[in-house]
């Protein structure tokens, strides 16, 4: 089921002229799935009206404290207690005041008071409003208090100073949410995760590569990032934005591949070593043996071309060997691969998981209806070194990479457990 499905949010706004990206969070949150009840302060309706909050939330919109619009007459209440989570956006310097004092003045901060589950906070004012020590002393109370916060960023303000105080994008904030609400299964891991297509050059203007479009590492990175994993991801050319907090380690061949992947793999400098790698990229096998300085020319002559390619080093291969090195706290290190066939699907992935060496193979027949290059579905069957794990039926990327980072959760727990 979709994250967002079934999920309540109240979107509370203060009064400030980031109001406006409020309204595109409010449909980002509804276009999500989720149902979406609008709290403006008195204040935020001299920047929005309450008509334009209400036909984008679709629900009528709760404004005033000591006007209900609940039969038992306790819109805070009953607006907390239902809300699975509440956005607070934009938080003006006077609003985070008032949460610091737990005043319950209007119904948004009489709502919060009364709210147990989590509250999210993206602050938006001017730079010096954002400096003063008054707010800082308010944020920090706020944090203690388990309130989490997103932004402010840096950047040209509406008053036309530059500096810390813009409200974070909307599709940052509702990414924030999802990660507030999702399990942490993988708090305090690291992974290492590759995507998209290798390019491998030919001359300085031709290349040989694949139609990888990096979607499923993209997920991937993406649900382990949701699961509270640190994630260095290590891409090929793809057109995709990075996932929010991930480490980017943009790549051109497969041995630019190699080696980023290695360097993060053995060791970073003063960071802790992975404990797991999932490669979904679709690494070419050969390059071509001899990389020409100059254009290749043709010869004028109407004659055949032949290429002449040399093998790639198999990243996975090496890393499933390097893998018997533990992490600093000692634990067994996880490798997952993917292997996308055109037929015979399991005998082949059950090859490929004994011949490369991995903990895991996930593996996808691309010719199948809905799955393969570019597609936004797959269907995938997870294999172990014990044999098939779990079968899963056509599903949407996010949805198949959510079920492989719990897999690896799993299996790092096991790993954990097995060395005590
Ligand atoms: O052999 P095949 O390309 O089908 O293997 C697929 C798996 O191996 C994927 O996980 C892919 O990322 C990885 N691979 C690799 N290095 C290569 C070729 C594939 O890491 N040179």
């Given at each position: 089921?979709n994250?967002?499905?079934?999920k309540?949010i109240v979107i509370?706004?203060?009064?400030?002229i980031g109001?406006?990206?409020?309204l595109?969070?409010i449909?980002l949150?509804?276009?999500?799935?989720?149902t979406?009840?609008?709290v403006p302060t008195a204040?935020?309706?001299e920047?929005?009206?309450g008509?334009?909050?209400?036909?984008?939330?679709g629900a009528?919109?709760?404004e005033?404290?000591?006007a209900p619009?609940?039969?038992?007459?306790?819109?805070?209440?009953r607006?907390?207690?239902e809300a699975?989570?509440?956005?607070v956006a934009?938080?003006?310097a006077d609003l985070?005041?008032r949460m610091?004092q737990?005043?319950?003045?209007?119904l948004?901060?009489?709502?919060?008071?009364?709210?147990?589950?989590?509250?999210?906070?993206?602050?938006a004012?001017?730079?010096?409003?954002?400096?003063?020590?008054a707010?800082?002393?308010?944020?920090?109370?706020?944090q203690?208090?388990?309130?989490?916060?997103?932004?402010?960023?840096s950047?040209a303000?509406?008053?036309?100073?530059?500096?810390?105080?813009?409200?974070a994008?909307p599709?940052m904030i509702l990414?924030?949410?999802?990660?507030l609400?999702t399990?942490?299964?993988l708090?305090?891991?690291?992974l290492?995760?590759t995507a998209?297509?290798?390019?491998?050059?030919l001359?300085p203007?031709?290349?040989?590569?694949?139609?990888?479009?990096?979607k499923?590492?993209w997920?991937?990175?993406?649900?382990a990032?949701?699961a509270?994993a640190?994630?260095?991801?290590?891409h090929?050319?793809?057109?995709?934005?990075?996932?929010?907090?991930?480490?980017?380690?943009p790549v051109g061949?497969?041995?630019?591949?190699?080696?980023?992947?290695?360097?993060?793999w053995?060791?970073t400098?003063?960071?802790?070593?992975?404990d797991g790698a999932?490669?979904s990229?679709?690494?070419?096998?050969?390059?071509?043996a001899?990389?020409?300085?100059e254009?290749?020319k043709?010869?004028?002559a109407?004659?055949?071309?032949s290429?002449?390619?040399t093998?790639n080093?198999?990243?996975?291969?090496?890393l499933?060997a390097?893998s018997?090195l533990?992490?600093r706290e000692?634990?067994?290190r996880?490798?997952v691969?993917?292997?996308?066939?055109?037929?015979?699907a399991?005998a082949?992935?059950?090859?490929?998981l004994?011949r490369?060496?991995?903990?895991?193979?996930?593996?996808?027949?691309?010719?199948a209806?809905?799955?393969?290059f570019?597609a936004?579905?797959?269907?995938?069957t997870?294999i172990g070194?014990?044999?098939?794990?779990?079968?899963?039926p056509?599903?949407?990327?996010?949805?198949?990479?959510?079920?492989?980072?719990?897999a690896?959760?799993g299996?790092?727990?096991?790993?954990?457990?097995?060395r005590?």
């Amino acid at each position: 089921m979709n994250f967002w499905t079934g999920k309540r949010i109240v979107i509370g706004l203060g009064g400030g002229i980031g109001a406006y990206k409020t309204l595109e969070l409010i449909r980002l949150c509804r276009l999500a799935g989720a149902t979406v009840v609008a709290v403006p302060t008195a204040a935020a309706l001299e920047f929005v009206t309450g008509l334009t909050l209400q036909a984008l939330s679709g629900a009528p919109v709760r404004e005033r404290l000591f006007a209900p619009l609940e039969p038992d007459g306790m819109d805070h209440i009953r607006l907390a207690r239902e809300a699975d989570l509440v956005i607070v956006a934009p938080a003006t310097a006077d609003l985070l005041a008032r949460m610091a004092q737990g005043m319950a003045d209007d119904l948004l901060t009489a709502l919060l008071l009364a709210q147990r589950g989590p509250v999210l906070v993206a602050p938006a004012m001017n730079p010096a409003m954002w400096e003063h020590p008054a707010t800082r002393r308010n944020v920090t109370t706020l944090q203690e208090d388990g309130i989490r916060f997103i932004g402010p960023q840096s950047g040209a303000m509406a008053c036309g100073e530059e500096g810390l105080g813009r409200m974070a994008e909307p599709v940052m904030i509702l990414e924030t949410a999802r990660r507030l609400l999702t399990p942490a299964i993988l708090a305090g891991r690291r992974l290492v995760i590759t995507a998209g297509p290798t390019r491998e050059e030919l001359d300085p203007v031709r290349f040989i590569s694949n139609h990888s479009s990096g979607k499923m590492g993209w997920e991937v990175a993406l649900a382990a990032l949701r699961a509270g994993a640190e994630v260095d991801l290590v891409h090929g050319p793809v057109a995709l934005a990075p996932p929010m907090g991930a480490r980017m380690f943009p790549v051109g061949s497969a041995r630019e591949m190699l080696d980023a992947v290695l360097g993060v793999w053995l060791k970073t400098p003063g960071e802790p070593l992975c404990d797991g790698a999932i490669l979904s990229a679709a690494v070419s096998d050969y390059r071509p043996a001899d990389r020409k300085r100059e254009k290749i020319k043709k010869s004028g002559a109407s004659e055949d071309m032949s290429l002449e390619l040399t093998e790639n080093p198999d990243i996975l291969a090496m890393l499933s060997a390097w893998s018997g090195l533990r992490t600093r706290e000692g634990r067994q290190r996880v490798v997952v691969g993917f292997a996308a066939e055109t037929e015979q699907a399991l005998a082949h992935g059950q090859q490929k998981l004994l011949r490369k060496g991995c903990d895991l193979i996930a593996i996808n027949d691309v010719s199948a209806p809905g799955c393969g290059f570019g597609a936004e579905t797959n269907a995938v069957t997870l294999i172990g070194r014990e044999g098939p794990e779990e079968s899963w039926p056509l599903l949407p990327k996010e949805q198949v990479a959510e079920r492989l980072i719990r897999a690896v959760a799993g299996l790092l727990d096991r790993a954990c457990a097995w060395r005590g």
